[in-house]
């Protein structure tokens, strides 16, 4: 089957930009998260739904971050006024229930560059 | 709180050499550890995982790790190294303490020399 799939593969943007990232998580899978992955480092979490709702946004950086996932399937990351600093790999995972020993199943990544 | 941390960003072995990589963690209460790899331009695919029973965990491509409470590790190792191993690991660990993050360590590139 399909796994987790994220689009765009790269997006460049400018400074001060808005950016939406998308994920589209393995069908049946109800835990979605969110990760972001600097150079040199592990991928650090951002956000946890189940089902619609963010169980968990302890992650998010600040108020300029934030997800939804209205139908509970696809999430979309939105990212507002981009800095510099915001540049970074941003993995979606999904998994079955959202247990702690269940397997997240991770997307290949959108690579943000902010210049 | 949980932490993980891996000892050596790199290693390099020989084809044919033993693997080891290694995976100190820190956690209240009992963890849940995984170790991933991630190839060039690609997601992270679990190798392998510990939940509960059994402490030696055998995962795919020949790999496996056993957990050890008392010296808090989650060694990952394979005998004999292929140039196809090449790749960033990660070790990562998740708790019922309420966190419903993985956190993982900052990984080990792995290099296999022919």
């Known amino acids: 089957g399909a796994g987790v799939s994220q689009t765009p593969s790269n997006k460049v943007t400018e400074k001060g930009k808005y950016v939406e990232l998308r994920c589209d998580p393995i069908?049946?899978?109800?835990?979605l998260y969110w990760y972001r992955q600097s150079l040199g480092q592990g991928p650090e979490f951002l956000i946890y739904?189940?089902?619609?709702?963010?169980?968990?946004d302890s992650g998010l950086p600040n108020d300029r971050f934030f997800a939804v996932r209205p139908e509970g399937s696809v999430s979309t990351l939105k990212i507002q006024r981009t800095e510099r600093g915001d540049s970074a790999v941003y993995l979606c995972?999904?998994?079955?229930?959202?247990?702690?020993?269940?397997?997240?199943?991770f997307g290949p990544g959108t690579r943000l560059t902010v210049l | 709180a949980q932490s993980v941390t891996q000892l050596g960003s790199h290693v390099s072995v020989s084809e044919g050499a033993l693997v080891l990589l290694r995976c100190n963690y820190s956690?209240?209460?009992?963890?849940?550890l995984f170790w991933y790899v991630q190839y060039p331009n690609q997601g992270l695919q679990l190798l392998l995982k510990?939940?509960?029973?059994?402490?030696l965990v055998k995962g795919i491509n020949g790999f496996e790790a056993e957990f050890k409470k008392s010296e808090t590790s989650f060694h990952l190792t394979k005998p004999s190294a292929h140039m196809s191993d090449a790749a960033e690991y990660f070790c990562?660990?998740?708790?019922?303490?309420?966190?419903?993050?993985?956190?993982f360590g900052k990984g080990t590139m792995l290099r296999v020399s022919p």
């Open positions: 995972a999904s998994s079955l229930t959202g247990g702690v020993p269940d397997t997240q199943y």
């Open positions: 069908s049946g899978h109800t835990a």
């Open positions: 739904f189940q089902g619609t709702g963010a169980a968990d």
């Open positions: 956690s209240s209460v009992p963890p849940y």
């Open positions: 510990y939940t509960t029973g059994a402490t």
């Open positions: 990562a660990v998740r708790t019922n303490s309420g966190y419903s993050t993985l956190t």
